[in-house]
């Protein structure tokens, strides 16, 4: 951590409003939330040499193998942040930020958990205040169910959904992958993808409060197993 604590972000919101301007060599602005152990990140940082890529990533081992990742392969655009998504209105200014990615996320499988899902509309609404009309949210999952509930939640919410499919890979490798991508990709798992963008219709957090979730258990309610949907997060 302390080889690459110059890759760490200790005090964000310091920067907020002001992200371009700190790292001016940067044109625009992209947040990957659960980084995991940075694969997607690194190649993605690569690919996009004109991106600012900040990565947040709450589990400290992970993290440390992600910043590993971009410090051996030399890369200046990424900067990571140790903080709950929850607080993104803290670290990012309205319509600051152009897209977001949300990369095999924990299902949070039971109703009760079901607002702590990063598709459920708290978060959507965070993520709408951060981007500007046309900003867009790439969501990958391997969980079929949560991929379903996500879309009727974006719908619901006043996004449009584009490039929306259930077998990301059904024609061979497609853009950047995750590490739990690559594998679930080699043994046959199929990956669904979709691009939500912001729209002028599209909720924010001054549209009142999030509608009460019911009925939201994906284990129960869709008949997936537990044991399958809640991967550890580290792994990702």
């Given at each position: ?14 920067l907020?409003g ?47 193998l ?87 939640q ?9 490039e ?16 739990y ?23 924010g ?5 999030v ?26």
């Amino acid at each position: 951590m302390e080889r690459c604590a110059d890759l760490l972000i200790e005090q964000p919101a310091a920067l907020r409003g002001q992200w371009l301007r700190a790292f001016p060599d940067r044109e625009v602005l992209y947040v990957e939330l659960g980084c995991g152990k940075g694969r997607f990140t690194a190649d993605m940082a690569e690919a996009l040499p004109r991106t600012l890529l900040v990565a947040v990533e709450r589990v400290p081992d992970a993290m440390i193998l992600a910043m590993e990742r971009v410090r051996e392969r030399g890369l200046g655009n990424v900067r990571f942040l140790d903080i709950d998504a929850q607080k993104l209105p803290e670290l990012f200014a309205p319509g600051e930020v152009s897209r977001i990615y949300i990369n095999f996320c924990d299902p949070w499988p039971k109703s009760r958990d079901a607002k702590l899902r990063l598709t459920a509309p708290g978060f959507l609404r965070l993520y709408a205040d951060a981007l500007p009309v046309g900003g867009q949210i790439h969501f990958k999952t391997d969980n079929v169910p949560l991929f379903d509930w996500s879309v009727g939640q974006l719908e619901a919410e006043g996004w449009s959904l584009s490039e929306l499919t259930h077998d990301l890979h059904a024609n061979g490798p497609v853009g950047v992958m995750t590490d739990y991508e690559a594998k679930f990709t080699a043994s046959g798992m199929k990956i669904n993808r979709l691009v939500a963008t912001r729209t002028a219709a599209t909720l924010g957090t001054a549209a009142g409060p999030v509608p009460r979730l019911r009925g939201a258990s994906l284990v129960d309610a869709r008949g997936y197993a537990e044991s399958m949907a809640h991967q550890p997060k580290e792994d990702a």
